[in-house]
Structure formats: C-alpha cells, structure tokens
C-alpha cells in the first residue's frame, strides 16, 4: 500500500502520472524505480555538486519511446544534464546514472531461474549459444540469466528495448568465479546499422545478476 511518505517522493507531474497506473503491480514497479532512482541522482549531485535536491524537485518520466528522463526544474537552465537507466525485477530495482546525456547507458536486472534449451535457441546468438554449451550445467542458470540481461541493458542503452530482435547483439560474459563486477563483452551484430560500441560489466548477488552497458 502507498503511504503518505512514498507518496512525498514525487513531483507533482509524477503524481498525476502515477494516477493513470491501475495494476498494483506496475504502480509498485513504478513507485520502486522512482524511490531508487531519485535518491540515485540525490546522491550524484550531492558529491558532484556539493549540494542537492529534495526528491521531490527531481522529476523522473518516461520520454515518449519509453526511456526514463531526468529533469531538475528548479535548477533551471544551469541543471545537470543526466542519463538513467532503470529496471525491476521480484520487488527489486536497478538504477545506473551517467552525469551528462551524450553516452548510451543501460542497466538491466534479472533474478537468477532456469531459462529452457528452447528460450537459449530462440533469443540467443550463436556465440552465446557456444558459451553456453561450454560452461557447467551448475553455472548455466546464472550464465543464461547474464547473457539474457546483457541483451537488455545493450538495447536499452540505444533506447530500442525488447522492440529488437535480441540477436542483434551478441553479449559474452566473463564466466570464471570473482566477486564483485565482471567484463562482459558486446558485439553488434548488424554491420548496416550505425550502433554505438559499448563496454559492459556484470555481477551476481543475492539471486540476482546486474548488467551495465555504456557507451565507449
């Protein structure tokens, strides 16, 4: 249920936004990103510029493709521009922040299950599939579900989303056992396209893998 104090969180923009929300579940999702995004970028401003906003003068939308938009009305013309990137999964939430919106950036979250011989045959590349066959059968939900979110962090980091076909990019993760983040390696796979390269990194914690894909 949404209290008074999550509710403070939101511009007044946002609030009307959230009232066209009717599943409990997107208005959960959508309040949960919100939450971590925002004190995300309170955090960034507040060691890059030495002070920062309350939440609720930080305006986070969705452009009209469905990107997530930062904007600081209250600093006017001198705000910061910024690039996010939010996801959701099991009642958790992601968030990556780039000072300045002239770098692709994208992050994704998945928790770590089973993905079927059928799924890695449809929406893998055949390098993936490769790495896959090659890894152990105990590390493959893992693998699979990294790949899977690699793939979403690319798209969403050329702002395209699950509107492309997944093998446009083959993503290959770094699998020998480390803690903390880990290189994950893109390649696009559309030489007519005009795409970005990307760096990537990814992590396992707590049953979940984290993606990050940006710009190079």
């Not at 007044?12 to 995300?40: F, I, M, N, Q």
């Not at 986070?60 to 959701?88: E, Y």
């Not at 980091?157 to 290189?183: F, H, K, N, S």
Request: hydrophobic share 45%; proline share 8%; charged share 25%.
């Amino acid at each position: 249920r949404e209290g008074d104090d999550e509710l403070s969180l939101l511009a007044p923009a946002e609030v009307a936004y959230l009232a066209t929300l009717r599943a409990p579940k997107r208005r959960h999702d959508w309040l949960l990103g919100r939450r971590v995004a925002k004190r995300l970028i309170h955090a960034t401003l507040a060691a890059h510029l030495g002070s920062a906003l309350p939440l609720n003068e930080i305006v986070v939308l969705a452009h009209a493709d469905g990107w997530p938009q930062v904007s600081l009305p209250t600093l006017g013309p001198g705000a910061p521009p910024l690039a996010l990137s939010i996801s959701h999964s099991h009642n958790r939430a992601f968030c990556a922040l780039l000072l300045g919106d002239d770098r692709p950036l994208g992050c994704d979250l998945e928790a770590i299950e089973p993905r079927s011989p059928g799924f890695v045959a449809d929406y893998f590349t055949a390098d993936e599939r490769a790495l896959m066959a090659a890894t152990p059968a105990a590390q493959q939900p893992t693998l699979a579900n990294a790949i899977w979110s690699g793939k979403e962090a690319a798209l969403k980091a050329i702002r395209r989303g699950l509107a492309e076909d997944t093998r446009l990019v083959t993503c290959l993760p770094v699998v020998e056992e480390a803690d903390g983040w880990r290189p994950l390696a893109y390649r696009w796979e559309a030489a007519e396209r005009a795409l970005p390269p990307l760096a990537g990194r990814w992590r396992e914690a707590d049953g979940f893998v984290m993606t990050l894909a940006v710009g190079r």
